[in-house]
């Protein structure tokens, strides 16, 4: 028998099945459990009346009570208004209606004392209120002192009565029934500690909260409740991974050695250093290993991965390495096979274009042990791929896999899982990383390698664009050699490719002593890839792109990057254009061109970029702006299904929420003492398949 929160929201008093289907299909509430966690977006604030003679158009939303002086229709056909001159005794204004007049006007009595609710603006210079909400003066709605819910609802709800005031009348109905089911989910120890207050009085107070105190206790509660689950999730998964999966140890740090001694070109920098021993103590404790490496682009994450192969590869165990592009995947293979033949160590490369003969040579020497590393895209996961041993899985980008993908790779070594060393370069704030991967470690590489410089970032207009045409020339004059980047989205590919087009004949009219490439995802993977060697071979000095260079090849004698409307990009995105110059020892410069007019928003990402070119900072700024949505592809995860949280807002709570969840684990970590029981009991009430911990169920 379902359980009250699984109630069908049709079985609710005035629903019904038609109007149920709607809701389900508008917004995705299906049970009285998404019925009372549909919280409002906002409040409005009912608990005063304001007088006429008081209004201006700064104010927001707000309340007025008095009577229909005149009443007049204006215009023709579309041009047609509704125009009410309304008083209340300090003063007039008038309320508009551009739509549904002749509904409102059967409605409206002159003489009758009214409550209006709505935005003041001006028109001319008198005030006015455009489509207000109206209902009939009552000693109830005069005496109401609360702050009022609005509620996310849509176009299609609203044409059939269901707005925000139907939803609150529906919430209302269901959070009074639910008062005898809703149990308390924390333990007793976190609601004193912490002040929150019970989730009963949380429920009701976030949806009809009596004054500002109270919804901000209920706020914090939910808030803090929907984290702490979610972190004691994530270091539940953590805690049992660490008990139940073995994992080989690889102690034998022979060929290391030797390769240090003998083959390493350049001298580590202390962070990699860091993280290097980090690892090699995951690889040598007997549990299995789940790291997550992030630094920034060029702080030298695939050195520290061959490294860690080479653990792996001394004990007779063997390492792969999965890319998101055939392009980066060729880079690596290229940049590792160098060092593997020195130390005669057996790689190889598989991608989705890889011949059948050549795979069927790969898939043997795994199984044999010939072959030790392996690097590739996608076709990696292939059921087809089989190891002799599997000791490290190494995952490049990997916020362009999905978690399925991972597991597929933790299933290659049946015996023992492999270690898992997933890389990105796309720095991921603290609050975020907490959310989407609290249940790895996390190494941080926060430092650049010897000699480089930081590149010099410069906004420029396009009154600019001859100036910015001659420091262009200067640079490959001097040798060096230059990205052009267009952006490229996908729903107007057609207008986008024809930018990139003119872009690349204007270039080409400017520079006509230069060679120029132009790669763009439109192109074959072959013709692509023949561009993209030409400019690594300097036999071109300028390289016209879209976003596909985004991660591509290493050209340390580029140090030039222009890109073009530059406000069409994401900070993340900018940021990751900038990381393919300054591979070298040179100077190396970013040029963001823009036109004049520019949203907050743009200018501020600008601004940013101008300012500073520390990823970790860019990336808190980027969740600022962008909010967790999808900023590193995460919706695939399901981990940010959050209900009230909001990362980008709340990450002090999320904080305490962590140190809480952690401090109860560590204490209890199969939440068997009698304190715990509340935190036991919530988690079994809800389905295998939930998420987000902090629902109800």
């Known amino acids: ?317 063997q390492a792969s390495m999965m890319a998101p592009t055939e392009i980066l995947a060729d880079q690596h293979y290229e940049g590792l096979k160098e060092y593997a033949d020195k130390l005669n160590i057996g790689i190889a490369r598989l991608k989705g274009s890889t011949k059948v003969k050549e795979r069927r040579l790969i898939h043997e020497g795994l199984l044999n042990g010939s072959i030790q590393i392996l690097v590739g895209t996608h076709a990696l996961i292939e059921d087809i791929v089989q190891f002799q041993n599997l000791g490290l899985a190494i995952i490049d980008e990997q916020h362009r896999f999905g978690v399925a993908q991972r597991a597929k790779l933790w299933g290659k070594n049946r015996e023992v899982h492999p270690h898992v060393l997933v890389m990105t370069a796309t720095p991921i704030p603290r609050t975020l990383a907490m959310t989407l991967y609290g249940d790895l470690d996390v190494s941080t590489i926060d430092e650049l390698p010897k000699g480089r410089k930081p590149i010099e970032t410069h906004h420029q207009y396009e009154s600019k664009r001859l100036q910015v045409f001659g420091f262009m020339k200067e640079q490959i004059a001097a040798g060096r050699q230059i990205y052009i980047v267009y952006p490229l989205i996908e729903e107007s590919s057609k207008m986008d490719l024809k930018d990139l087009m003119d872009g690349y004949e204007s270039i080409s009219r400017a520079f006509p002593d230069n060679h120029v490439s132009i790669v763009h995802g439109k192109m074959k993977a072959q013709d692509k890839d023949f561009e993209m060697q030409r400019f690594v071979r300097h036999e071109t000095q300028i390289m016209v792109a879209t976003t596909v260079i985004e991660v591509g090849v290493n050209v340390p004698n580029a140090s030039v990057m222009v890109i073009e409307n530059a406000e069409r990009f994401g900070l993340a995105q900018l940021h990751q254009l900038r990381g393919r110059v300054g591979r070298g020892a040179e100077q190396s410069y970013c040029i963001l061109m823009t036109d004049y007019k520019l949203s907050k928003e743009a200018r501020t990402r600008l601004d940013t970029m101008v300012r500073t070119n520390n990823g970790f900072e860019i990336a808190d700024m980027d969740l600022r702006l962008r909010g967790p949505g999808d900023l590193t592809g995460t919706q695939q995860s399901g981990v940010l299904d959050l209900l009230i949280a909001d990362i980008s807002k709340d990450q002090q709570i999320l904080q305490t929420a962590r140190n809480a969840a952690q401090d109860i684990l560590e204490a209890d970590s199969n939440l068997e003492k009698a304190e715990n029981q509340n935190i036991l009991r919530h988690i079994n009430s809800l389905k295998k398949s939930v998420v987000n911990w902090g629902r109800i169920s």
């Open 1 to 317: 028998m379902p359980s009250f929160f699984e109630t069908r929201i049709e079985f609710l008093k005035g629903v019904g099945p038609q109007k149920a289907a709607l809701i389900n299909t508008e917004l995705g509430l299906f049970t009285y459990a998404d019925l009372i966690q549909h919280y409002p977006f906002r409040y409005e604030d009912r608990t005063k009346f304001h007088q006429i003679s008081a209004l201006n158009a700064d104010m927001p939303y707000v309340q007025i009570k008095g009577r229909i002086r005149k009443i007049k229709t204006i215009g023709q056909m579309r041009k047609k208004r509704l125009v009410v001159t309304f008083e209340d005794g300090t003063g007039e204004i008038e309320l508009i209606w551009f739509k549904g007049i002749e509904w409102i006007s059967k409605k409206l009595r002159p003489g009758v004392d009214y409550v209006i609710f709505g935005k003041p603006t001006v028109y001319g210079r008198k005030i006015n209120i455009a489509h207000p909400e109206l209902e009939v003066l009552t000693t109830q709605n005069e005496k109401n002192s609360l702050l009022q819910p609005v509620y996310h609802t849509t176009e299609k709800l609203k044409s059939r009565y269901l707005d925000s005031k139907a939803i609150s009348k529906m919430v209302r109905q269901v959070i009074t029934m639910a008062e005898n089911y809703i149990m308390e989910t924390l333990p007793e120890s976190l609601l004193s500690q912490f002040g929150l207050i019970e989730k009963k009085f949380a429920l009701w107070h976030i949806h009809f909260p009596s004054n500002n105190e109270l919804l901000k206790k209920a706020q914090f509660r939910l808030k803090f409740e929907e984290l702490f689950y979610i972190q004691l999730r994530l270091l539940k998964l953590k805690l049992t991974r660490k008990e139940e999966f073995q994992g080989q140890v690889f102690n034998d740090s022979t060929l290391l050695t030797d390769f240090y001694k003998n083959h390493l070109p350049f001298e580590l920098t202390q962070a990699q250093k860091r993280v290097i021993k980090e690892i090699y103590q995951d690889m040598k404790s007997g549990k299995q290993m789940n790291r997550l490496l992030q630094g920034d682009v060029g702080s030298g994450k695939t050195i520290v991965a061959f490294i860690c192969m080479l653990l792996v590869v001394g004990k007779g165990g």
